[in-house]
């Protein structure tokens, strides 16, 4: 075996999602990073679906691209359709969502590797740790060659021990064209990893020519399309439209007659699949009162006739699948290019990490994205963000970043993943954040562009840039909490075309604003200065003194949940020795060993009581040993 | 270390009894008993096994008394801890010295109600549970006892659950249409998420209605015995208690304090406050109880104003109706034996007018029925149906999710879907106060279960 000489800092498994935001991360802080791949043509891969972001998922984008990762910059360099969703709902609901050329966002992300300092890429299947004791010491390849490194992330997504299905076919693989990865998670189960078995899938890809759009309902994005990083400024890519359309009873029959062959229903898938994104087959069976279900159906790119039926991923064998989407309206004579497949691959329970994302079990290692039983390219990249950070940080002897419940969706995400473990892929959901107007897209650099700043993965321009923003929204506050309407004529005359005759002379334009028939826009038809005020201003300002009283209350239940998730629960503490709590709960602390007493009191089935047993017993110093007997 | 220690007390009622048992509770139950009780067959406590033998005091040797034991081992105990019962002879000096050489092995007293409270912390018994515990041993009266049984069986925790449910039920609508606009679940469903919270409305104000009714069944009623001097207020008092209770002369202003004494009647206890006459007066003690009287009107559920019935409707009657404006009031019209004189010119202002003669007893059983019809509705309450809140606590918390909801039920016209969903999420929590449960992943696992979701 040969072992290179060279020692890196960071080594990261794996070139999907999450492994090209840790190793990014990494390296522009400043370590010596390898970026490992089993190929080196499919890095950044949209394995699935074309599209970046969603609800919450967008949420996570622009929190990514607040702290200086690379999703936001790659999706705007190379999105076909923007869309803003939720635009009628609320500020803290909305979210972005953007069609991909796929080729050009992985050879775009590529480019960037590759002219990042400090980092090397190369290809190779890594299928071994190297260990010394319960610390990580690098990799070892399957072409003999060992690398050592400091720390090390693991990102394998659906690679270890891939298995594809199409019908009651099967055959390894990490996704349809590559080879999986075989060895390291067996590795791991025997190093005491819970190594477990999930399942996804996707739709086939189809060709467009054979499709009659003309029967299709059109859906376009929206104009101008917005970008998601806050340092891109326009959006330059051509736009395209995506199309809707149906299944009918009939496609439901036919699905119906192939579930003998489908391996989901004859009981050799035995990996669990997402709740959230079922196969079609699944719609199908539990929901037989549906006489329909709807699918998108998006481009695959600019320069390819390939489109994405959405929604209609599937496992049933080929003959089955080309009948069941020939039997879609405007799809009638449609060809299939690659076939629609279901895939298994191992996972390890994040119960097993701590929430700075390093393995409870190995010392400098990291876990991120689909390994943790996450599913989206959004969830591994946010995880893959922030075990980049951390690694690096470990390497530079600094306390690793951990991002709050109440500060991100990424601190939401992660705390879910490690104080809960997953049993499905998880999905991020605004519904998981309890403080969800707080959590914005909008405010997303308000929450964490410092954070980057001080980290090191924000530019100066780019931090000068929002401080400029972050100064002018606090000059508006101020200004308009202090300017008063003197009932001019010309004022007069727009507050009787809004029916806002009641309101006083003196009101400050801020008591205005708090009406809920008043916007910022009506602000400038009455004070020459608010016209003259930047878009990205007046809407922080808007969203800001309308919601002041929702965000004001949850600002309150954050301040009073500090106590709890500030304090730390020592990793060795034998929750046997805590006599009162009682044997169901010392169960579920000893499996979960949560880092805080926030974390635990999220663990199902841990009671308020147990809490306060647990707080009063950290704060005897004596909990320790002095058993009574 | 509070929580951890451990802790004893005598479980019978104080004074001799037939029996005596000392209750140890904790880690340290099973060294206590090797070390005070020595049984007559060999080898140690088997759990949940009584046996027989004798309790020595160990540092003399001396036998104090034949007794039963019986340890039962963590978790199946009434605390989940070890749990040790000495079950000694029943004289209060035997009991008392058993405790003492518990005590003697470095065991502490137990606070009261500190087994139950440790049953609730180590989540035997949830809230409610643990306060109806406390209620059945504190129950004045056999309606209060079933309430409480009731309670303690988890009616009430049942119900909070279904109102929780029809909660989670809207919460989940709410939160499909924010999380997946793109999904084809139908455009929102105003009309599901609406009769959802009007049936966790609906049940939370007929919970609410019952919290008046369930106190009084737990604390009594207070009736307060008003009049002017002379009426016959502490006769009356007498006859309901059925003793010479209050002193009773024929000299106007007698009594001065407030005398008060509990009866059970109809399974209800009746706590009656005797006071003194209302008069102008110049007699500074006298005038004092007059005060104290008065204070204690807003405070009473019931006030009975007893009226001399061969005397005419007078001032010192009329300044008695001003202080009791606006309250619950019987009319008792007492001395009916004698030639009648008195009359009411507004009967409307009383629940009822119940003549009697305190001096013979005549009338006093219908006015005792009088006032139990207006408090316990029998049919109600012995329904296996009845379901009531008892405790300020779960009111407040009741309160404070219909606050919510009807913050919820307002804003559905104009306020967006998420500000909504904070209401339900603020109405879950405050339910979930009352048991001690909190919403968690719930509310996914329905969006699943009901929508079609993936896009």
Redesign the interface.
């Known amino acids: 075996m040969t072992t290179c000489d060279q020692i890196y800092d960071v080594i990261v498994v794996g070139a999907g999602h999450a492994g090209c935001e840790a190793a990014l991360a990494a390296a522009r802080m400043g370590c010596r990073t390898m970026l490992l791949t089993i190929n080196l043509d499919a890095i950044a891969l949209m394995s699935c679906n074309p599209s970046i972001g969603?609800?919450?998922k967008g949420h996570l984008v622009k929190e990514i691209d607040a702290l200086g990762g690379e999703m936001a910059k790659n999706i705007d360099a190379t999105g076909i359709q923007f869309r803003i969703?939720?635009t009628k709902?609320?500020p803290?609901?909305r979210a972005s969502r953007a069609q991909a050329d796929k080729q050009l966002y992985r050879l775009r992300m590529k480019r960037v590797l590759e002219q990042q300092e400090n980092l090397d890429l190369k290809q190779g299947e890594v299928t071994s740790l190297c260990l010394d004791a319960a610390e990580v010491r690098g990799v070892v390849l399957r072409s003999g060659i060992s690398y050592l490194s400091k720390t090390v992330v693991v990102t394998t997504g659906t690679f270890m021990r891939g298995l594809i299905h199409i019908g009651l076919n099967n055959y390894p693989g990490g996704r349809a064209g590559d080879q999986p990865s075989v060895g390291l998670s067996d590795q791991l189960r025997d190093l005491g990893f819970q190594v477990g078995r999930l399942k996804t899938g996707t739709p086939a890809r189809l060709d467009a020519r054979s499709i009659d759009f003309t029967k299709l309902e059109t859906q376009f994005g929206d104009h101008p399309p917005r970008p998601f990083s806050f340092s891109t400024e326009r959006i330059t890519m051509p736009q395209l439209p995506c199309y809707i359309a149906y299944t009918n009873p009939r496609s439901h029959d036919i699905i119906r007659s192939g579930l003998d062959r489908s391996p989901l229903y004859s009981g050799i898938i035995e990996g669990v699949g997402?709740?959230?994104?079922?196969s079609i087959e699944d719609?199908v069976v539990?929901?037989p009162d549906?006489d329909?279900?709807?699918t998108?159906i998006e481009p695959e790119g600019l320069d390819t006739i390939e489109v994405y039926p959405?929604?209609m991923s599937t496992s049933l064998p080929i003959d089955v699948q080309i009948a069941f989407y020939r039997s879609i309206e405007g799809l009638e004579r449609v060809e299939i290019m690659r076939p629609a497949y279901a895939i298994e691959y191992d996972y390890v329970d994040p119960i097993q990490l701590h929430n700075s994302l390093e393995t409870k079990i190995i010392h400098n290692l990291f876990h991120a994205g689909q390994i943790n039983g996450t599913s989206g390219y959004e969830e591994a990249a946010g995880q893959g963000l922030i075990a980049g950070i951390n690694a690096a940080r470990r390497v530079k002897g600094l306390e690793p970043l951990v991002l709050t419940r109440s500060q991100a969706y990424i601190g939401v995400m992660i705390d879910d993943l490690v104080t809960l473990g997953t049993k499905e892929p998880y999905r991020i959901?605004?519904?998981?954040a309890?403080y969800?107007?707080l959590l914005r897209e909008d405010n997303a650099d308000l929450r964490l562009r410092e954070l980057g700043y001080q980290i090191g993965l924000v530019s100066v321009q780019d931090y000068f840039q929002f401080e400029k923003k972050r100064l002018g929204i606090t000059a508006e506050l101020g200004r308009i909490s202090t300017t008063r309407l003197q009932h001019t004529d010309e004022q007069v005359v727009v507050l009787a075309r809004h029916g806002l005759l009641d309101i006083q002379k003196g009101t400050t334009l801020e008591q205005l604003l708090k009406r809920?028939e008043v916007s910022y826009a009506d602000l400038a038809e009455l004070d020459c200065v608010s016209r003259e005020t930047s878009e990205v201003i007046r809407e922080q300002v808007e969203i800001q003194i309308k919601y002041k009283g929702?965000i004001d209350r949850q600002m309150e239940q954050v301040e009073q949940s500090k106590k709890l998730e500030s304090t730390r629960i020592p990793q060795d503490l034998d929750y046997t020795s805590?006599?009162?709590?009682?044997?169901?709960?010392r169960e579920k602390l000893s499996k979960n060993r949560p880092d805080t007493l926030g974390q635990a009191s999220?663990i199902?089935g841990v009671?308020?009581?147990?809490i306060?047993?647990l707080s009063?017993?950290l704060k005897?110093s004596?909990w320790q040993g002095t058993?009574?007997? | 270390m509070y929580i951890r220690d451990t802790i004893a007390a005598v479980s019978t009622p104080p004074g001799n009894g037939g029996i005596g048992i000392i209750r140890v509770s904790g880690d340290q139950a099973a060294v206590v008993g090797n070390t005070v009780f020595t049984s007559v067959s060999d080898g140690g406590f088997v759990s949940h096994r009584f046996s027989f033998g004798t309790i020595r005091d160990a540092a003399t040797g001396e036998k104090v008394d034949e007794a039963m034991a019986v340890l039962m081992r963590s978790p199946r105990s009434y605390t989940r801890e070890d749990v040790l019962e000495l079950h000694c002879h029943g004289g209060w000096l035997v009991v008392e010295r058993v405790l003492a050489l518990v005590l003697a092995c470095g065991v502490r007293l137990a606070d009261p109600g500190e087994f139950t409270r440790r049953a609730f912390l180590n989540g035997r018994i949830d809230l409610v549970q643990a306060e109806a515990v406390m209620d059945i041993i504190a129950s004045k009266s056999e309606a209060a006892l079933q309430l409480a049984q009731r309670q303690r069986e988890g009616a009430l925790s049942k119900r909070i659950d279904e109102v929780r449910g029809c909660l989670l039920k809207a919460l989940a609508l709410v939160e499909a249409y924010i999380d997946f606009p793109d999904d084809d679940i139908g455009s929102t469903d105003v009309a599901s998420i609406t009769a959802s919270v009007e049936s966790a409305q609906s049940m939370l104000s007929d919970l609410l209605v019952t919290f008046e009714e369930g106190r009084i069944i737990r604390d009594g009623i207070s009736v307060l015995i008003v009049g002017k001097p002379n009426a016959g207020k502490s006769s009356l008092l007498n006859r309901l208690l059925n003793e010479n209770r209050a002193i009773v002369t024929h000299i106007p202003g007698t009594t001065r304090d407030i005398i008060e004494e509990t009866i059970t009647f109809e399974g209800l206890a009746i706590r009656f406050l005797d006071t003194a006459g209302i008069r102008h007066t110049d007699d500074l003690v006298e005038q004092e109880g007059i005060n104290r009287a008065l204070e204690k009107v807003p405070l009473a559920d019931l006030i009975l104003a007893v009226f001399d019935g061969s005397r005419r409707f007078s001032q010192e009657d009329q300044m008695l109706m001003d202080a009791l404006a606006g309250r619950k009031i019987i009319a008792v019209v007492n001395k009916s034996d004698l030639p009648q004189r008195f009359s009411l010119s507004d009967e409307t202002r009383f629940l009822a007018v119940v003549p009697i003669t305190a001096l013979s007893g005549d009338g006093v059983d219908l006015l005792k029925l009088t006032i139990c019809r207006q408090f316990h509705h029998s049919s109600a309450t012995d329904s296996r149906e009845f379901i009531s809140l008892s405790r300020a606590r779960h009111r407040d918390a009741l309160v404070s999710a219909e606050g919510f909801l009807h913050q919820f039920s307002v804003g559905l016209v104009d306020r967006n879907l998420e500000l909504l969903a904070l209401d339900l999420r603020g109405a879950l929590d405050s339910v979930g106060a009352v048991t001690g449960q909190t919403a968690t992943d719930e509310v996914l696992d329905l969006i699943f279960s009901s929508f079609c979701i993936g896009k």
Not at chain 1, 274 to 278: A, E, F, K, S, V
Not at chain 1, 429 to 432: Q, V
């Open positions: 969603g609800l919450a969703l939720n709902k609320g803290a609901v997402p709740r959230y994104c079922p719609k539990r929901f549906k329909r279900h709807q998108f959405s929604g959901f605004t519904s998981r309890e969800r107007l809920p929702y805590v006599k009162s709590l009682t044997t169901e709960v999220r199902p009671t308020p009581a147990a306060s047993i009063i017993a005897s004596s058993d009574l007997q």
